[in-house]
């Protein structure tokens, strides 16, 4: 398993024949975009401090392997290689071509990442979908890009809770079952406020609405068994080679 959001861990989803990236987004001090999920630098890197204090030069002399361990501290395989934190453009290279799934992290984010999208000669806008936890971070980039995911609390109270959709969104999304808005997929954990979000039910609603459920983060086989089971259609993972593998299986027993 390699770092998360690097180029490394890119390249082996194009390896392993993934459908698709998904990787974290901020923007550094000089607006530039970087794939990194935390707002400071310590849990990934070597470095101290905010993402966003630094500029990009600053911010890729740390080492982005410097902290991953895939046995709980015994070996740092990548620390030293020469891992650095990747800007946008970098990580959709290394993808080769893949849809990338953004999680905007930041207003600061969200707006360049506007910014990027709407930039002359952007043709590889077109493989972004633009997601996040926070609506107003988002915002402004899924204007732009015209492709999201749902909200988190859409999710929630559209496929889990329908009857409160009213109280949450307002008179215009009292139908019921409805998720609001242009989405084309819904990124969800199995379970969040202490309620299970995908279930065959929600997965079924969401079809109708011909929004495409996905799972995150699932890396044991018998739950992406059970999921597809239950339809979902796709499964976010940090070990994407074991979903394609239980993927041909299935394919191979149809």
Avoid at 133 to 141: I, N, S
Avoid at 243 to 250: A, G, M, N, P, Y
Wanted: charged share 25%; glycine share 10%; aromatic share 6%.
């Amino acid at each position: 398993m390699a770092p998360e959001n690097t180029l490394p861990g890119f390249e082996h989803a194009v390896r392993v024949e993934a459908d698709a990236v998904e990787l974290d987004l901020h923007a550094s001090a000089d607006g530039e975009l970087v794939a990194i999920h935390d707002d400071t630098l310590q849990r990934t890197t070597d470095g101290q401090g905010e993402v966003e204090d630094l500029p990009l030069a600053a911010l890729q002399e740390f080492d982005a392997g410097y902290r991953h361990t895939p046995d709980r501290g015994r070996s740092f395989p990548y620390r030293g290689t020469g891992l650095r934190i990747p800007s946008l453009d970098e990580a959709l290279e290394a993808a080769a071509g893949l849809p990338a799934i953004v999680e905007v992290k930041t207003r600061r984010a969200g707006l360049a990442l506007a910014k990027w999208l709407a930039g002359p000669g952007r043709t590889r806008k077109d493989r972004v979908i633009v997601g996040g936890f926070h609506p107003p971070d988002v915002a402004p980039a899924a204007e732009v890009a015209g492709r999201r995911c749902a909200y988190p609390n859409e999710v929630l109270w559209s496929l889990v809770m329908p009857s409160a959709l009213g109280w949450v969104f307002g008179p215009s999304s009292r139908r019921r079952g409805r998720i609001p808005g242009q989405v084309e997929a819904a990124m969800v954990p199995e379970r969040a406020r202490g309620r299970r979000v995908v279930t065959p039910r929600g997965i079924a609603r969401a079809r109708k609405q011909g929004i495409g459920v996905y799972a995150w983060t699932v890396n044991n086989p018998d739950d992406m068994r059970r999921l597809f089971d239950w339809g979902v259609d796709g499964i976010i993972s940090d070990t994407p080679g074991r979903v394609r593998r239980i993927l041909d299986e299935r394919a191979a027993n149809t």
